[in-house]
C-alpha cells in the first residue's frame, strides 16, 4: 500500500464572539438544503460511476479547515472518561457527505503494519479503510440495524472486495456491533476531510489480489504496454500480489477510465485515492 503521512491541522484565527456568531449563522443558513445521498461503490467494468457529493461540500470543507482539530495524538488516545476530540469535532459539526452500504472488519494479518497514512496500524483502536476518502477524514459510523456509532480517522485504503464501502478495525467493528457479523449495513457521514472530495487528489487504479505473483508480474507487463505514459508497479501484500495503476498525474477521470475498461478476467479493480 501506498504510505501518506497525515496532514498538518491549522491553528483557528482569532475572532471576535460576534463576528463568530455572523459566521455561524450565514454558514447555517447557507446549508438548509443539505442532504444525504447514497453512495455506490466503484462499479464494474462497463458499469456507470456512482460516486457522489453535496453540491455544498467546497464551502463546508473550508469552514471545516478553519476549526481547530484534533492532532493525530489526540485521536489516537483512548481517554478512560469524557468524549475524545474527534468526538467533540462531531459533535459541534454538520456531516458534509453520507454514504450507505457493506461494512467488513480487518484485523491480525494488517496488526502492527503500516498503514496507507504512515501510521501504524493497531487493530485495537478507532479506525478505518476507505477507497477514496481522504486521509485523515473524520468521520462516523452508524450500524443501520441496531443504530450503534462510533467516529473515528480514516488512516488506511480498502476494503479490496466488490460491493463493501468500508473496513474496520476491530476496535470499531466492536464499538458499532459488527465484530461478530463481520459484514453489516452502515452509514457513513463525513464530518471533516482534509482535502475536497469531488475535485482533485491522486488516483489509481488497484487490480487483484492474484494467487501467484507470476500472474501480477504477467499483468504488470501488459498494463505497461497498454498504459505507456501511467505509473505501473506490482506488489505483495497481506492477502496475496496487486498491481497498481496511477495515470498521469494521478488524474481521476483517467483513473476512473481505466477501472472501467478493465478486463475482469484480468482481476478486480478498485478505483483507490492515494491521498
Known sequence: MTRIQLRTRQSLQTATPAILLTLALAFLAGCGNHRSVAYTPPP???????????????AENAQSAENNLPSESAYRSRPSAGLTADQQYVDSHRPIYTETGLASWYGPLYNHHQAADGSIYHQNELSAAHRTL???SIVKVTNLRTGQSAVMRITDR???IPGRIIDLSAASARAVGLYRAGVGRVRVSVYYAPEPLNYGGTWAVQIGAFDSKH????LERHLQRKYPTASVIEFHGPTGDWVRIRP???NREVA?????????RQGAAFLVRLD
Open 44 to 58: 464494474p467494468p462497463g458499469a456507470t460511476a456512482g460516486y457522489n457529493s453535496y453540491p455544498s461540500q467546497q
Open 134 to 136: 481522504p486521509l485523515g
Open 158 to 160: 480498502g476494503p479490496f
Open 215 to 218: 500472474a501480477a508480474v504477467k
Open 248 to 250: 498521469d498525474a494521478g
Open 256 to 264: 476512473m477510465h481505466i477501472a472501467h475498461t478493465v478486463d475482469p
